[in-house]
Structures are given as structure tokens and as C-alpha cells.
């Protein structure tokens, strides 16, 4: 079955400092691709996404590339502030089978 | 305002005595399913329904049920909750169409006691 990895937490860094959270994918057909995050006491929300092979999904300062030949959609920022403290799911979308599967989340802490 | 209402969000129950968790969405949204959320063991899926009488089971469903009768509402039954079923559940919905996003309701955190 489909499944996704999530580099393991927690990470802590400090303000200003370069965030790279690593997820790998493994499905069947042409999944789409997501990363959302969870404030605390609140539910998900989508943070981007990536429906095929080399989109670049882009928001509030972070970025992931779908790459196909790594099976990989890794989350990166160039300068996290405190406020971007969250936990961040990365998730797939098989659309042949129409369920979803989300990896185990990692848990970011960012000190000022 | 677009959102997903789920209904309550604490519950502590004893073990055994039904429940239903209720879960409401105002976007006329095809798809729904819920979700677990566990330490450790991110989020999983348990049942997701494509549209109104159709309903499939996810990763997790056991100990579970659910029913869309009409296309806004997907309750979550537990006929028999036993304490392994103590967790932070998740109704979304999305449109179900290609690369959508899925929107999340707040949460319920169910103790089984």
C-alpha cells in the first residue's frame, strides 16, 4: 500500500535559521502531494502542494519540489521565525484509490 | 464562512457505551473522511466517503462505522468504544477532484475510560 516517511523529530532551531524537513513517498500511480500544519489545539491546515512530477509548491516562504525519480517532496525555508513553531504532516493523494495517507508529522520549534 | 464543524470536541466516555461524533461541512463537498491522530503515529485514516451511500474503509477502521446519508454530514459511530480507541479524531473534506486540498475540522479528543 501506499505509504510516506517523515524525517523524525522534534527540531528545534533558532530564528533565521534554514529548515529542511525530508519526506519520501511510496505509491502507486501519480499520487499529488501535500504538506499541511497543525498549530496548536487546531486542526490541519494545507500549508501546499504539488500535483506531478517537478511542481514546486509555494507558500508563506516555504517550498517543496515533487520529484518523481527520488520519490521525494521535501519541505524547506529559507529563515523560519518563532511564529512557524508547528507540527507539519506531509501527505498523499492517490487518486486511483481515492484515500490519503499522511506521514507521522515533525514537530518544529523555532527559539528567538 | 467555509468550514467543517465536528461535534463535541472533548468527549470522555466509559467503555462500551455508544457514541457518535458528529461532523458537518458547508462547502458541498463530495469527499469526507476521518481521521486518528496518535503520538507517534501521525495521522490515519479510517473511513472516507466519495460521495452521498458511498463509503470505503481507510487504514484503521475497526471499531468503527460510519454513514453518509446526505452529502454535508458524516458521523463517526462507535457501537462499543473500548480505551485503545482514545485519540484526537478528524473529520476534512475536499471536492475529491485532483490535487484539491482537503479542510479539517477542529478536532475531538475522545477519552475511553
Known amino acids: 500500500g501506499d505509504s510516506v516517511t517523515q524525517m523524525e523529530g522534534p527540531v528545534t532551531l533558532s530564528e533565521e535559521a534554514f529548515l529542511t524537513i525530508n519526506c519520501t513517498y511510496t505509491a502507486t500511480g501519480y499520487p499529488s502531494l501535500f504538506w499541511y500544519v497543525q498549530y496548536p489545539g487546531e486542526g490541519l491546515q494545507l500549508l501546499l502542494k504539488?500535483?506531478?512530477?517537478?511542481d514546486k509548491g509555494s507558500n508563506k516562504g516555504f517550498e517543496a519540489t515533487y520529484r518523481k525519480e527520488t520519490t521525494s517532496f521535501h519541505l524547506e525555508k529559507g529563515s523560519v521565525q518563532v511564529s512557524d513553531s508547528a507540527v507539519y504532516f506531509c501527505?498523499?493523494?492517490?487518486?486511483?484509490?481515492?484515500?490519503?495517507?499522511f506521514g507521522d508529522g515533525t514537530t518544529l520549534t523555532v527559539k528567538p | 464562512e467555509a468550514q467543517v464543524t465536528q461535534n463535541p470536541r472533548y468527549l470522555i466516555t466509559v467503555t462500551g457505551k455508544k457514541l457518535t461524533v458528529t461532523c458537518s461541512q458547508n462547502?458541498?463537498?463530495?469527499?469526507m473522511s476521518w481521521y486518528r491522530q496518535d503520538p507517534g503515529l501521525g495521522l490515519r485514516q479510517i473511513y472516507y466517503s466519495m460521495n452521498v451511500e458511498v463509503t470505503d474503509k481507510g487504514d484503521v477502521p475497526e471499531g468503527y462505522k460510519v454513514s453518509r446519508k446526505e452529502k454535508r454530514n458524516f458521523p463517526l459511530i462507535l457501537e462499543s468504544p473500548s480505551p485503545n480507541q482514545t485519540s484526537l479524531y478528524f473529520c476534512?473534506?475536499?471536492?475529491?477532484?485532483?490535487?484539491?486540498?482537503?479542510?479539517f475540522g477542529q478536532g475531538t479528543r475522545l477519552t475511553v475510560v
Open positions: 476534512a473534506s475536499s471536492t475529491g477532484t485532483f490535487g484539491t486540498e482537503a479542510f
Open positions: 462547502m458541498n463537498h463530495e469527499y
Open positions: 501527505a498523499l493523494v492517490n487518486t486511483n484509490a481515492g484515500k490519503s495517507t
Open positions: 504539488a500535483t506531478k512530477a517537478d
